[in-house]
């Protein structure tokens, strides 16, 4: 395979507060393992990037012609894969800051969910221009969850100021989104960027959906499970028999 596709995401921002959560301090751990085992398996020592040229990047990776073959684990492997140690550092200080804040609000076990469906459901927006046009490059790393994590911190804190680098004023979390949709349309406008535009609008529109979604959701969830009837048990079965032996006799005695 000889083209490649990679996914950057770029600048960094300080935002997070308090200490690391337990979802995004195993997703940056998972992160990192999976790119040491990168380096150990097929680092190709003296170039700037690891390419997908081995076996095991190329299984894991996502791939459209793959996935149409049935590799449909691949928007869910890819993301734990990066090109090199910038492409893992940019996406895992993103991660790190917007991360905690995130899954405060929504709680470890839905951040997990979060996570995998911004990644997983974004990547396959790839498969629009493998469609339109027949492209078939690989995409790797974790640029569409992590820029969901970003989209969701903004719904969840839009006023909230941040210092992205290199500015040197804050700007709030609802400019920065707006940022990155401008740089990554530039992006898809010029010619030969390895950039995944697609994957990371992708992330992006998924994240939006979810969290203004979300708690409709669970608001009608809750409504019907109050509406519908709790089903008994045989304890409920028994009582209400019980119950009704005593209306009975009282009912018995009134009219005597």
């Not at 490059?137 to 804190?157: D, E, H, K, N």
């Not at 009608?220 to 006799?249: C, T």
Request: aromatic share 14%; hydrophobic share 45%.
């Amino acid at each position: 395979m000889t083209s490649h596709y990679y996914q950057e995401s770029s600048g960094f921002s300080f935002a997070s507060r308090g200490r690391i959560t337990y979802a995004t301090q195993r997703l940056i751990l998972a992160n990192v393992i999976v790119f040491g085992i990168q380096l150990i398996l097929h680092i190709p020592f003296g170039r700037g990037q690891l390419l997908p040229d081995s076996y095991a990047t190329n299984y894991l990776m996502f791939h459209p012609d793959h996935l149409m073959q049935g590799f449909i684990w691949q928007p869910f492997t890819y993301m734990f894969l990066h090109a090199g140690l910038l492409h893992l550092f940019t996406n895992m200080l993103g991660l790190f800051f917007f991360g905690p804040d995130v899954e405060r609000v929504l709680s470890t076990r839905q951040f997990f969910r979060f996570y995998f469906l911004c990644g997983a459901l974004g990547v396959l927006a790839g498969l629009v221009p493998y469609f339109l046009n027949g492209s078939t490059t690989p995409i790797i790393g974790a640029s569409g969850a992590t820029l969901g994590v970003l989209v969701a911190f903004a719904i969840a804190f839009p006023d909230r100021e941040i210092i992205l680098f290199p500015l040197p004023f804050p700007i709030n979390a609802r400019v920065i989104v707006i940022v990155f949709v401008v740089l990554n349309l530039l992006d898809a406008t010029r010619t030969g960027s390895n950039v995944s535009v697609s994957t990371h609008l992708g992330g992006m529109t998924v994240a939006y959906v979810y969290m203004k979604l979300a708690p409709r959701i669970r608001d009608w969830g809750d409504s019907m499970l109050k509406r519908r009837p709790r089903p008994k048990n045989k304890v409920d079965a028994v009582g209400e028999a019980v119950d009704n032996i005593f209306k009975f006799e009282d009912e018995r005695r009134r009219r005597k």
